[in-house]
């Protein structure tokens, strides 16, 4: 039976029909569906959420080695957590297939960087397998397990933005029947030792040939040949692109981008007259062939920068424009990325830019306090690197500067690498101060629950982790649970730690407004009569406040009636409906 599939739930799909009985994983825009639907469509599959990628890892390495076969998602930067035991599996190689599926995001959609997840596979000797739509999501996903053990290799499943976000038609397959293989002690194999590992990079090495020899003629790769004029090479969803903008052009559509197979290059070369790489973000495949010695034209024409898309192919390769874009003559507000209505962090990112404090941040809903109006966030680089990034800030420049700083991280995100930050805070003597956003749940990537909410992917109750036992046990004495809504007392809070001269945590507690457990009530209404029109609730950046014709107004179908600008509010002049 074919039915309509994002490519997220394609992979999960093809999971399932693998035998694969273990996933773990970590939320990360464009992945986090993969887990999901695994978790809500396949009981027959045990799913976790991990802390973090490199515990989601271990835990897949672990079931492998325990003979199962297993996956683990995330996106491209999760990779980069994820590495340290990645790249070693790919020395011990494995018992049960294991897929990692990481996600790119060219184009940064809701990214801090564009990394190329190819250059990892290739660092780590790890082939790549990419799909171009979602029924090659599935059946790469599938046929992955089977390459897996076939080489005895991590295999790493490359997908995109586009690719996981998009949907076309899959066929369902049956489930395999997948027998767990019987555990072996195995030192020589499993045991990285120095003497261990150097035999092993020996067989790394073997592998890479073999897989690139395999790579010839395999179900992941594809030869296309038409025109003969233009020949392409190109891979993932940059093929669908290229095949819409050269319709009659000559493809080699490489499903094995590491490592790539030099005979089949070759033999593509041979019957084409020129070739064009077509590849997003880093010029991987191009690289490659002219290290071979194939002339192709890639990156001279093409963009390092961003999705591509047919009609700059075409213009690239043709010359021709493509259809002009439809345009209206009205004037079109840009529409940037806002908290929402109600959201916890306004309330502290209000009283951190009243303050005038420095904030190193991290990587969350609450990186948006770096935007106009609050404008509070100053510094943020990856996952949990706000604690350290401000305790380095006091040893370069003296404890003193600390009564000026804080470091802002989610709760998700400070279990996920932010603990270690503040055991380094503690141990070598810091003082800073790190204000942990507890909004019950893990936010930016769509509502998924982590250790310290009480429930596992699938809403099983289970121990939460006690922030406030955490902080005590590592160190910290000073420990406040604040609500950011109430301004008068957080602001005293915050005033009072960073005059501290020891490390401190604010536990800023208040859930998500969008939560189904949360319920403001009636929506808040300006009263006419008491505004001065003094915009002081224009500065909480909510977006169901505006000015309209001179007026301060609240948007009712934006509202949730969270009351934080009735708490800005000098006049009393902002009132919930229903109320006099």
Known sequence: MKKLMLGNEAVARGIYEAGATVVSSYPGTPSTEVTEFIAKLYDEIYCEWACNEKVATEVAIGASFGGARSMTAMKHVGLNVAADPLYTASYTGVNGGFVAVVADDPGLHSSQNEQDTRNHGKAAKIPVIEPSDSEECKEFARMAFDFSEQFDTPVILRLTTRVAHSQSLVEEGERLDYKLKDVEKNPDKYVMMPAMAKKRHVIVEERCEKIAEYGYDCPFNKMEINDTKIGVITCGISY??????????????????????????????????????????????????????????????????????????KKAILGIDGPESLTVDEQIPVRPPVMCPGCPHRGMYYILKKLKLKVCGDIGCYTLGALAPLSSLDYCVCMGAGIGMAHGMEKARGAEFTEKLVAVIGDSTFIHSGITGLIDVVYNKGVSTVIILDNSITGMTGHQQNPTTGYTIRGEETRNVDLVKLANAVGIERVVVADPFDLENFEKVVREETAAKEPSVIISQRPCALLKTVNYGAPCIIDEDKCKNCKMCMGLGCPAISVVDGKITIDASQCNGCTLCMNVCKFGAIRKVGDK
């Open 240 to 313: 669908q692109y290229a095949k819409e903008a050269l319709p009659d052009a000559s493809f080699l559509k490489l499903g094995i981008t590491y490592p790539i197979s030099e005979k089949l290059v070759k033999e593509f070369a041979s019957k084409v007259d020129k070739i064009y790489v077509i590849e997003e973000l880093d010029s991987f495949i191009e690289d490659y062939c002219k290290s071979i010695g194939v002339d192709v034209i890639g990156k001279e024409i093409f963009t390092r920068l961003g999705e591509y898309n047919p009609q700059m192919i």
